[in-house]
């Protein structure tokens, strides 16, 4: 993944104790990873990194807004997102990400690279149904929803309309009919 060096924190060179590092997250970054869903990103991470003598504590904290589109109305809206995800981080003789709260690096690694962590942290904080705030209360006045709400009184009139039976079943209730007799 090209243009994400920033995001690689060289920990041999670090001091044991905390250590503080600030990313600004845009759409570039996401089409690092191939990912275009978002009209436009404007995140922070805040990432506290701990230093022990034995691994290390990653604290990251994300906040800010991505202009993503509606779900119902596919109109865009500015969703707030705030999240937070630790991670330890241990010495061991071979690379494992199997835990998702403990990684395992070998011991030869100067450097870690926390770009799929922020990735994760910050798609994982997205909700999974997208509703525009004026969706939600109502106020809301766009050409899709004006078509499914006449969608929905035409399904509501024709379950109201009793007098209207699909043929097929009138078939079926015969059959029943002829087999008691």
Known sequence: MRD????????????????FFDYEIDNK????????????????????FVKKSTLFELTFTSSGTLNINCDSSLEPYDQEINGSFSLIVKFGPEYNDDNDEILIIP????????????????????????????????????????????????????????DTVDPRWDILKDLITDKKT
């Open 4 to 19: 994400l060096k920033q995001f690689k924190i060289p920990f041999a060179g670090l001091k044991q104790g905390e250590h």
């Open 107 to 162: 011991h030869e690694y100067y450097e870690i690279d926390v770009s799929q962590f922020i990735y994760e942290l910050i798609i994982l904080s997205i909700p999974t149904k997208k509703i525009h705030p004026k969706v939600a209360d109502g106020t809301m006045d766009s050409e899709a929803l004006k078509k499914l709400k006449e969608l929905e009184i035409k399904q509501v009139e024709s379950s109201n309309n009793e």
């Open 29 to 48: 970054f996401f089409e690092a990873f191939g990912f275009d869903e978002f009209n436009n990103s404007n995140l922070k991470i805040a990432l506290t």
